[in-house]
């Protein structure tokens, strides 16, 4: 096999499931995220001659996917519905008490329904991706006003819709 084909290939295997994880949460659907990350994964795959010795292969990826979900959300507009199970991590949950955990994921999933595909995204950049304002305008090809106002409107919606959420929000600044 070709060493890039072979490198290509372990890149994929290792990196999908984290891919699929943030695909989940910008889509709000398993098989949007499946079509987002394999979308994502052919464009990699054309560049992987320059990437494969950068070491910036996921971080391509993972833009390639933020621009190609801004692209969608920008084409169409379609009634949003989340279903689906949100992908497991690779460890599981060990946590003390798993219906507790499954209750919050279930508000949080029905939460984030509930939010626009704009906030949606740039809640997933800015604090499941923990990137910056300025890193996630980039990655939506968007201003940081714009980052910023979806932000506060995004946080804001949660608020009044999943007020159980309380003590997973991030104030303005500092994360609690």
Known sequence: MDPLLSEFDSFVRTRTP????????LT???HL??????SALARTHRSWGRLHDSGNA???TRKIMYHLQVSWWRRRRVAEAMPGD?????GGD???DHAQQITLRLTLRAALARLSTKQRAVLVLRF???RSEV????MLGVTVGTVKSQTSKALTKLRTVAPELADLYVTEGSAR
């Open 33 to 38: 995220a499946e079509d987002l990350v394999q």
């Open 86 to 90: 949100l992908p497991e991590s690779r």
């Open 18 to 25: 984290a891919l699929l994880r943030s695909a989940y949460l």
């Open 135 to 138: 890193e996630a305008a980039e």
């Open 94 to 96: 060990s946590g003390p």
């Open 28 to 30: 709000g659907d398993q």
């Open 128 to 130: 499941f991706e923990d």
């Open 58 to 60: 996921e971080a391509y």
